[in-house]
């Protein structure tokens, strides 16, 4: 399914999530199409607008997933796209992936916002208590974006990607929702993860506080 419209405001500064449009698929194709935008995603060859549109129109079916493109303010088109996948209704689990496919907006805070957005809706509106995610482990600025929102590394998948001649290994983080610690963890949460959870009740108090429904 696609998700709702929502946005943020942060540093005088502002980031929107809208549903992604069907009529974008050419523009995906050219942005999803870079080497350099998929270094380190499961992405390696050129894609063709009918391959956007065939991924758009089953990603707006999907019961399993909530899609978005991102839209910071001042642009016409979207930087990235950015969902929550795998939705478990026994487990009360998801996986979360991004991908800013403009580099002219790397560096700029634009995933963080998401991130934001992403994770306070599924934890409030689709009631995850833990949201996986994974990164190369050789894409710092992406690790350390997942980990400001509360997210914390659980694991390693060894030499699973191949990118210029070279093997890398995968990262696998988790969001542990900090209201249902108890319910998570009766035993007592282990103790280095304690400083995820803080940062994670913090980050769900902004996007409660600063996420508008548009």
Known sequence: MYGPK?????????ITLVPPKVEWAGYYAEMMSSLKVNMWTNGLYGLTEADEREWLEKSAKDPKGVSWAIMPDGCKLPVGNTGLHDISLVNGSCTS???IFDPEWW???VASGAHIIRTG???DNLGRSTINSTVREVNEASRKALERVGYAVTGKVLRNCFRDGEYYDTLTLTWLHPERINLLYPQGLPPEYTGAVERASQVLKKARDLVKKL
């Open 97 to 99: 992936g991004i991908v």
């Open 121 to 123: 809706f599924g934890a």
């Open 107 to 109: 560096g700029k805070g």
């Open 6 to 14: 929502l946005r943020i405001e942060y540093d005088e500064f502002g």
